[in-house]
Structures are given as C-alpha cells and as structure tokens.
C-alpha cells in the first residue's frame, strides 16, 4: 500500500499558477475555467491516466460539473475507445447536468436515460458521448447498463452510496466502466465507513474488507494515530478545495441557474391540471358577459403551485389516495 501511494501524482497547491500544458486545454469545451478549476482538472486527468479513480470534493459551488464536463472532453480528445460516458446523479439533477452539458459541451452527443418510454433508447446508448442517468433509475435498468460498456462511470452527489448495503451501492458497483470517479462536497458525513464505501466502489480493496475496516477505523473520535492513519491512505485520491482557500478566483457574486424536471407522477398531474385550465377558460371566455380574467390567472396560479409543490393545491385537486413528490423540493434538499 505504501509503495502504491507514492506513485501518487501530487495534488495542486491552491496557490500555484494552473500548469500551461495540454493537459489543461479541454478540445470543444465552451467557457473559461478559474485558476484551481484548471488545476483540478489537470490532477484529475493525471489520475486516471495512471489508472488512480479519484474524488473530486470541492465545496459546492466551486464547478465539480464544470471540472468534470473538461475532464471528460479532455480524455475524449485523448483517443482510446469510442466508448460512452455515463453520469448518475440524483433525479433530481439530470436536467442541470444535460443543460451545463449543452452550455458547456454543444457538440457532445447527450442523451438521458428517464422516463417511462425509455426503453426504446437503449438501443442508441453506444452511439453516444454522454449518458446521464439517476440513481433510482440505475437500479431499475441495472440489466441493459451490465449489458454495455463505459469509458468513465462519474457518480455525483454520490453520498447516495455511502450505504454498501444500498441497492443504489451495489447497482452502481455492478456497471461496467474502465474508469471511475466520485463527486461529493461530503465524503465524510457521518462515520467512517461512509469513505469505505466509497472507495469500495473507486479502488476496492485499498481499505481491506468493511469488516476489518470497522475494526480499525470504526471509532475514530479519541484515535488521532489512526485518523491519520486514514488521512494518509486516502487523501491522495481525494481533492478537496474550500472557498475560503480560492477566494481570490472567486467573484464578488456567484449566481447559478439549477434546472430540474418533474417525475412522472407531478408531470401527469400538471398535464391533466393544464388541460382541465384551458378547458374551463375556453368556456369562461366564451360566455356572454363579466371579466373573467381571475378565472384565467386562478388557472395559472394553480399550475405554478404544482410546480413548486402539490400540497399548495387544494386537497381536491390531488388525485384521491396519493400525493405526487416535488422535483423542486427535492432539488432544494440536495442542494442544501
């Protein structure tokens, strides 16, 4: 393990100057990377190509997608096997990340894998550059993903496999991908073995069975050799920066748009509302005499209550028995 380790390519001081070299210039990509997202990028780069599957663990809003959509157009350039990327992330996210992917990325060939009418996709999915997909949908589809093969497996947010006993864990593990890489603000929340699971699904074995690594790092509170210990065995593979030590490549404001979609249920509600609406607006319109403009704004109020969520619809607007989820609530939770 110690012989491993030092053949760890250093991790970028936040202060150095991003090196000019190739490894840097991302071929396609549309923006402007600050200094430590070029720094980043680069460390990433030479991991995986020294075969290291490392954890990007920049706070949030310091770019990891940015950095990743880079890395990924870095890599693509780079030749090897034409083979697609794949993306999970929470449900709540693939809409941003197909939107930063577009911004970022225009002649990237993207294609997210939702929906109930997905199944007609899979069929495309080797022609792709980009595949994004969401973790509950991994576990559903987990047969046609074991079936294909990806160049990078990015998991983000991917505090959703710190469980080893999840589904979402051992669906994520059972891809087929000849590298791999972890994005999370957090990838200690809780307890140790969060970071066992983790890296069990990066590099397994570089922590020994999760039976031994509770044994030796499962109570670390008044242990500071072995915290260290930890510390030393897993830091390399992990870039970490805070705002507070990038600040000065950082704007006065920073002002991110996030998109999302809603699931099924929230969609099928707001198409029935949308059409019920125009229907009864049609009518209101139609009829001889008053104003009905109230009629018509109560309409599109209601629709962008469902948007923000259906409990601000009236009861009777809800279909009996169920009440559909909120894909800007959920957003508003992984943000937070």
Same mark, same amino acid.
């Given at each position: 393990?110690?012989?491993?380790?030092?053949?760890?390519?250093?991790?970028?001081?936040?202060?150095?100057?991003?090196?000019?070299?190739?490894?840097?210039?991302?071929?396609?990509?549309?923006?402007?990377?600050?200094?430590?997202?070029?720094?980043?990028?680069?460390?990433?780069?030479?991991?995986?190509?020294?075969?290291?599957?490392?954890? +990007?663990?920049?706070?949030?809003?310091?770019?990891?997608?940015?950095?990743?959509?880079?890395?990924?157009?870095?890599?693509?350039?780079?030749?090897?096997?034409?083979?697609?990327?794949?993306?999970?992330?929470?449900?709540?996210?693939?809409?941003?990340?197909?939107?930063?992917?577009?911004?970022?990325?225009?002649?990237?060939?993207?294609?997210?894998?939702?929906?109930?009418?997905?199944?007609?996709?899979?069929?495309?999915?080797?022609?792709?550059?980009?595949?994004?997909?969401?973790?509950?949908?991994?576990?559903?589809?987990?047969?046609?993903?074991?079936?294909?093969?990806?160049?990078?497996?990015?998991?983000?947010?991917?505090?959703?496999?710190?469980?080893?006993?999840?589904?979402?864990?051992?669906?994520?593990?059972?891809?087929?991908?000849?590298? %791999?890489?972890?994005?999370?603000?957090?990838?200690?929340?809780?307890?140790?073995?969060?970071?066992?699971?983790?890296?069990?699904?990066?590099?397994?074995?570089?922590?020994?069975?999760?039976?031994?690594?509770?044994?030796?790092?499962?109570?670390?509170?008044?242990?500071?050799?072995?915290?260290?210990?930890?510390?030393?065995?897993?830091?390399?593979?992990?870039?970490?920066?805070?705002?507070?030590?990038?600040?000065?490549?950082?704007?006065?404001?920073?002002?991110?748009?996030?998109? %999302?979609?809603?699931?099924?249920?929230?969609?099928?509600?707001?198409?029935?509302?949308?059409?019920?609406?125009?229907?009864? %607006?049609?009518? +209101?319109?139609?009829?001889?005499?008053?104003?009905?403009?109230?009629?018509?704004?109560?309409?599109?109020?209601? +629709?962008?209550?469902? %948007?923000?969520?259906?409990?601000?619809?009236?009861?009777?607007?809800?279909?009996?028995?169920?009440?559909?989820?909120?894909?800007?609530?959920?957003?508003?939770?992984?943000?937070?």
């Amino acid at each position: 393990l110690q012989s491993g380790m030092r053949k760890l390519p250093e991790k970028p001081a936040v202060d150095a100057a991003a090196p000019d070299d190739e490894a840097v210039a991302a071929p396609g990509f549309h923006g402007t990377l600050r200094g430590y997202q070029r720094l980043g990028v680069a460390w990433l780069d030479r991991m995986l190509r020294e075969n290291f599957n490392p954890v +990007l663990a920049d706070e949030m809003g310091l770019g990891k997608t940015v950095q990743t959509l880079a890395l990924l157009a870095i890599r693509r350039a780079t030749g090897g096997d034409r083979l697609p990327d794949l993306v999970v992330c929470p449900t709540s996210l693939v809409e941003n990340w197909l939107q930063e992917a577009a911004r970022f990325l225009p002649e990237l060939r993207t294609l997210a894998l939702r929906g109930a009418q997905r199944e007609r996709l899979w069929p495309s999915v080797p022609e792709m550059d980009l595949v994004v997909t969401s973790y509950t949908l991994v576990r559903r589809d987990l047969p046609h993903y074991q079936q294909l093969q990806f160049r990078h497996l990015v998991l983000d947010e991917a505090q959703h496999i710190k469980n080893p006993d999840t589904a979402n864990a051992r669906s994520c593990k059972a891809i087929p991908a000849r590298h %791999c890489l972890v994005l999370t603000g957090t990838p200690l929340e809780n307890r140790p073995e969060e970071l066992w699971a983790i890296f069990d699904f990066l590099q397994p074995g570089l922590l020994g069975s999760r039976a031994g690594f509770q044994r030796r790092y499962g109570e670390l509170s008044d242990q500071p050799e072995r915290r260290a210990e930890l510390a030393a065995i897993t830091g390399p593979l992990i870039l970490r920066r805070r705002k507070t030590e990038v600040a000065r490549d950082l704007p006065p404001k920073i002002e991110q748009v996030v998109y %999302c979609e809603m699931d099924e249920a929230q969609q099928a509600l707001y198409d029935d509302l949308l059409a019920s609406g125009r229907d009864q %607006c049609r009518q +209101l319109l139609g009829a001889a005499g008053g104003n009905r403009r109230f009629e018509v704004l109560t309409a599109l109020l209601r +629709l962008r209550q469902l %948007c923000c969520h259906p409990r601000l619809l009236p009861r009777e607007l809800l279909p009996p028995g169920s009440e559909p989820g909120s894909a800007k609530t959920e957003l508003l939770q992984e943000l937070l």
